[in-house]
């Protein structure tokens, strides 16, 4: 029996089609299904499908007669599914030969670990760059607080983890970090160490040419995990919250003391709760809290009193920050 489904949505996708499929079909881990869903084309993708289909009994293509986006086709393919693991890649990524033999490896030899990962290298129109993220849970757990951390096209993940979870259509194009920060919640998630994907970085990437959506999304998925803390998305202090956990740049003095004020208030509930671990959702703040001290605007003596006396951040202010914060403070 088939042990594992690759889901790849695709759209207008024949520039690197053949790339994406080949990088799956040479994996050194052969019992897949590879499952494409055409989410209705109209260049050549559809054609270079039926040719790859006649060419390797593993592939299966759904051709929709309507668009219904990324989200919604992810959906459609795990409901799809009937293998115990699935793993996503995009049409337009690349899979390094072992990637699938080395997840595998980790969820088969750690029951506890429900979703795999793994680091990955941008390419194409930027300068290459792999990024690295956490590898373990409790640091992975906090990171998704600021950011997404599993690369989407990475992931291997157990079926029978999700439950009533999916993909939310009204998160496009951050649907992957609004569906993993909440699965992340309720399983261990793991990044391989090693960069096994290669991220296609073009004009064409939802994530470049939907910005402006991106960035609010990615607020709002904020604001839900604030929940764990009793946070209310109305809250009157949301905002300050949200600049305690994830770097605004700019901010004035008055914002920048009311994210230190936030920040002493989330690790006091945390330190109740316990719900992240402790360690390093301090550091997380503590981080972000003295890169904003440090990008503050309107920086008075006023502000650099605070910060000696009230603030309980001066003493990690490196030396140099600190004679940069005193000349501004004269200006």
């Known amino acids: ?19 994406a499929i080949d990088s799956i079909l040479n994996q050194t881990f052969t019992d897949f299904k590879l499952l494409v869903l055409n989410d209705n084309s109209t260049d050549g993708t559809k054609h270079i499908l039926k040719q790859y289909q ?40 690349i899979s390094m030969p072992t990637r699938f033999e080395k997840q595998i490896k980790v969820l088969r030899n ?25 590898e373990n849970h409790d640091a992975l757990k906090v990171q998704f607080l600021n950011s997404c951390g599993i690369g989407n096209s990475t992931v291997m993940f157990r079926k029978n983890i999700l439950g009533n979870l999916k993909f939310e259509a009204e998160f496009v194009p951050a649907e992957d970090y609004a569906l993993w920060s909440k ?39 904020k604001k839900r995990q604030l929940k764990h803390f009793g946070i209310n998305e109305n809250d009157t202090h949301i905002n300050d919250y949200l600049n305690a956990l994830t770097l605004k740049r700019k901010l004035s003095t008055k914002d920048a003391i009311l994210a230190i004020k936030a920040s002493k208030k989330l ?65």
């Open 1 to 19: 029996m088939v042990q594992l489904t690759v889901i790849m949505p695709v759209y207008n996708g024949e520039k690197y089609l053949k790339e």
């Open 54 to 93: 006649n060419q390797d009994h593993r592939i299966e293509v759904i051709n929709k007669t309507q668009n219904i986006g990324p989200a919604l086709l992810r959906n459609e393919g795990i409901a799809y599914a009937k293998t115990e693991f699935i793993a996503l890649q995009d049409a337009d990524d």
């Open 110 to 134: 750690n029951t506890k670990i429900g979703l795999c990962g793994t680091w990955f290298t941008i390419f194409g129109d930027k300068k290459e760059k792999t990024i690295r993220h956490n």
């Open 183 to 221: 699965l992340i919640q309720v399983t261990e998630f793991y990044n391989i160490p090693e960069s096994l994907l290669n991220y296609r970085w073009h004009p064409n990437n939802i994530s470049q040419s939907k910005e402006k959506n991106l960035r609010k999304s990615e607020v709002a998925i």
């Open 267 to 331: 690790k006091l509930k945390n330190n109740a709760n316990h719900y992240y671990d402790v360690k390093s959702f301090n550091n997380l703040i503590d981080k972000t809290i003295i890169r904003t001290i440090r990008n503050s605007k309107g920086i008075d003596t006023n502000f650099m009193k605070y910060l000696k006396h009230e603030s309980g951040y001066y003493h990690q202010i490196s030396v140099v920050d600190k004679l940069m914060l005193f000349f501004k403070s004269l200006l």
